[in-house]
């Protein structure tokens, strides 16, 4: 019975019964079906169900592989993730190691806490951000195995800490009888090196282990699969190298691509027929995958049929390739019935969806974030438009609540609590009350001079109103000091960032649309953008970056964002490794696709908040021609035709122009956009270069 649905690849795999086994299954073909249906073979066959044992990443994909066994079979097994799969080891064995067995594990919060515990009893500078920074080295240290007496002696301050607050920290969550979790792998690896006895134990228990997701394993997983599958040898995993996209979590491909080395006599079985996409979408991914050396050859086909061929556009700017997908994703709900939860735009950063983001808004077409907060709702955003929402208002409470300890400035709870009584009370805007505090209201030194800082910046901000929106963004970002909160957290930093650099942007766009721009109409628009911007339970097309997209599949996907530089990412070019793995992820966004997909680039955008010449993708060159329809050519949407044939001309480069506010230019460059012609001109007095919309801006040649 179990046998009956399988195509004669997958059949072999399900039949397989002892000795190592690695399953190479590309994307799309049936591996979680593949997973269960061996375990209820060998259930089938006798095997007792206590004696099978599989492993996944996410809790999700653990429950639904023991549904699907209980279902095929009637019996439960134990399906579950590795962190799963070694706190329940260590409940019972943790004990050999001087950990009592009702240890307490902790989440990052508590051991975040304790590191700063530990950076404060070693005497150690506190640096802002140095909890979080040794945190993040700490846990690396534990998923690359490595002891304290491992860590090499470093020559910056940072190395010079971590060796000793590892050995602090690892001492007290012992006397605290606690575990983080990456001990949960770590010390289950040290139990097993250190006590045979014990992993003899857990050996028998366990006769035949399934892994899936095996390229994803870090050396700490890899180490537990090698020891329980030692004895028996009956280990069977699952996985593609050409999925491997977590090497910033730790995942290690080398793992699988070892597999046959680590187990000689290993049978290896390719599962190539895709039952999700069609041909010209996998024999593009494949054209694409075979430039990466770090792989196991193997070519993804269907039976669905050819398809159409994807879709690709090079558009002159970035709100050019927003315009695209809105022309195709209603194409598509409109003369193919698709519904917008069935579509997907894909993006390489967060900081992306903004221009995708509103586009959606102003089409009023409805969208959820997957995986991450709508732009206009990220922390950092909203950290930054408080600020700026203070220039224009002196009783805006909420604004001033979020904005006064960042960054920290000692104004707790309690005085708050005061501060917002005495202005409620006697009607006074906050900002005047916090100028002339009535004498009832105690504070501390520092809360006087942090009060006092406060207002001065909020002052010297005012005194820039007449700053473009763009340029008064930057100086709400450096002049309060903002940049160094967001070294509080470095591993967020550059994401956070790389948003802020897409608010400016969203300043220069706003600022060109308008002949009068004024701070208190952008940030209107913000607020009216945010409380229209929220999750839908209906029909809604998906936004998400191409890590969320692992295991998802959509009958419309748009790929987006394909510059080098951005895709693949600028950390990437100096690393073939890192490389390899950029084009991976463009190989998983792309098998994504069912029937039709898009990919998208833009000539001109704005990076980190100054404008660029992007070159296309590397990867766009790398996938076969001959399944691509190239839509910057034939598409109906066109920035020309909303430019007036007087103006189709322009100022060549080069050109000394005037303009009302700014004074006398150089023109650098002209494109078309959707607004009509546009220039960027440098304006030697303030020594910028502005975008400036020729309609709008009414240049004067001189």
């Not at 591996?31 to 095997?47: C, E, M, W, Y």
């Not at 979020?402 to 409620?424: C, D, M, V, W, Y």
């Not at 607020?527 to 009958?555: R, V, W, Y």
Request: glycine share 6%.
């Amino acid at each position: 019975m179990v046998l009956q649905q399988n195509n004669p690849q997958q059949q072999e795999a399900v039949q397989h019964i002892e000795g190592p086994l690695l399953i190479l299954a590309g994307a799309g073909t049936g591996k979680t079906h593949i997973v269960t249906s061996r375990i209820a073979h060998l259930i089938d066959i006798g095997v007792p169900a206590a004696e099978i044992l599989g492993l996944t990443f996410t809790n999700k994909a653990a429950l639904e592989m023991k549904r699907r066994v209980k279902s095929m079979t009637q019996r439960e097994v134990l399906t579950c993730t590795f962190h799963s799969l070694t706190a329940r080891l260590l409940r019972e064995s943790i004990f050999h190691l001087g950990y009592k067995n009702d240890y307490t594990i902790y989440d990052a919060d508590d051991s975040l806490q304790l590191i700063k515990n530990c950076v404060k009893t070693l005497e150690l500078k506190e640096e802002k951000g140095i909890a979080r920074t040794l945190q993040t080295a700490i846990s690396n240290a534990k998923n690359e195995l490595l002891e304290p007496r491992d860590i090499p002696e470093g020559r910056d301050k940072l190395g010079q800490a971590l060796k000793a607050v590892y050995v602090l920290y690892q001492q007290k969550l012992q006397e605290y009888n606690a575990l983080d979790f990456d001990d949960l792998l770590f010390l289950t690896v040290k139990l097993f090196d250190l006590f045979p006895d014990v992993l003899n134990h857990y050996q028998n228990r366990w006769s035949f282990i399934l892994v899936d997701e095996y390229q994803d394993t870090n050396q700490a997983q890899y180490r537990i699969i090698q020891a329980l599958a030692a004895k028996h040898q009956n280990v069977c995993v699952v996985g593609d190298p050409d999925q491997s996209i977590y090497s910033w979590r730790g995942a290690n491909i080398k793992n699988i691509l070892n597999f046959k080395s680590d187990y000689p006599q290993a049978t290896v079985i390719k599962l190539e027929q895709n039952y999700r996409s069609t041909n010209t979408i996998l024999n593009a991914s494949n054209t694409l995958i075979t430039h990466n050396q770090s792989r196991m050859e193997k070519t993804l086909w269907s039976s669905l049929g050819d398809g159409e061929k994807i879709g690709l556009f090079l558009a002159e700017t970035d709100g050019q390739e927003a315009e695209f997908v809105h022309e195709k994703l209603m194409y598509h709900k409109r003369e193919h019935g698709i519904c917008l939860k069935d579509m997907v735009i894909f993006y390489r950063t967060n900081a992306q969806s903004r221009i995708f983001e509103d586009m959606l808004l102003k089409y009023d077409i409805p969208y959820v974030i997957v995986g991450g907060v709508s732009f206009y709702q990220r922390r950092e955003i909203k950290d930054v438009l408080a600020y700026l929402r203070m220039l224009v208002s002196d009783s805006d409470f909420l604004s001033f609540a979020r904005s006064i300890n960042l960054p920290k400035r000692g104004i707790g709870p309690s005085t708050l609590a005061k501060l917002a009584h005495i202005a409620e009370t006697t009607t006074t805007p906050i900002l005047t009350l916090c100028k002339n505090l009535p004498l009832q209201l105690k504070l501390t030194k520092r809360q006087q001079e942090g009060l006092s800082g406060y207002l001065s910046t909020i002052s010297t901000l005012r005194d820039k109103l007449n700053l473009s929106i763009e340029d008064l963004i930057i100086s709400a970002i450096e002049d309060t000091g903002y940049l160094q909160v967001l070294k509080e957290d470095p591993e967020s930093m550059e994401d956070r960032k790389a948003n802020l650099d897409e608010l400016i942007t969203k300043g220069i766009e706003w600022g060109k649309d308008r002949e009068n721009p004024t701070l208190l109409a952008f940030l209107e628009e913000l607020s009216l953008a945010s409380s229209a911007d929220q999750s839908f339970d209906g029909d809604a097309i998906q936004l998400m970056t191409l890590h969320n997209g692992k295991g998802l599949e959509f009958p419309v996907t748009f790929i987006v964002g394909l510059d080098e530089g951005l895709f693949p990412h600028i950390n990437s070019l100096d690393s073939p490794e890192d490389l390899e793995e950029e084009r991976r992820l463009c190989y998983v966004g792309m098998t994504r696709a069912k029937q039709h997909l898009y990919l998208s680039a833009a000539r001109y955008r704005y990076m980190w908040g100054t404008p660029r010449y992007m070159q296309p993708s590397r990867f766009l060159s790398e996938i076969s021609r001959e399944f691509i329809i190239d839509y910057s050519e034939t598409s109906t949407f066109d920035d020309a035709s909303f430019v007036d044939e007087d103006e189709q001309q322009g100022y060549p480069p080069g050109t000394l122009v005037s303009h009302r506010d700014f004074g006398m230019g150089t023109v650098k460059h002209s494109y078309a956009t959707s607004h009509g012609l546009t220039y960027d001109v440098f304006f030697s007095s303030t020594s910028t270069t502005r975008s400036l919309v020729a309609k709008f801006a009414k240049l004067k040649k001189c």
